[in-house]
């Protein structure tokens, strides 16, 4: 019995550490890989009994939803004036490189993502 549990702790590992890699690459997929991930953070985070696994799984969603918030609430400086656009789209992309990278790195050593 505790070798199905060690497995599958391990195969939920793998899952969370490819989650947090598409949303960390998602700029090279034109977000593609961000929605995926996303579909998959949904429907893991509803089955899972883990609070660190769970509290994850809700990080990467708000991380995504924040930034579609803002940029929709940016796009019309993009539209209207290209370049204040162009600044605040790169700020929103590396806050959410940022917020990809340091909640992969507090789940890599068992933390809660804060």
Known sequence: MNEVMEMKTSNNRTVMHILYGMHTIA???MGTLAVIALIVNYMARGDEAD???REHHSYMIRTFWW???WCVATSPLFI???????VAWSVIGFWYLYRCIKGW???SNN????
Not at 80 to 86: D, E, N
Not at 111 to 114: A, N
């Open 27 to 29: 700029w090279a997929s």
């Open 51 to 53: 609070g660190l696994f």
């Open 67 to 69: 930034m579609i918030l």
């Open 80 to 86: 209207a004036l290209f370049f204040p656009g162009l």
């Open 105 to 107: 790195l507090r789940f």
């Open 111 to 114: 933390r809660m993502p804060q």
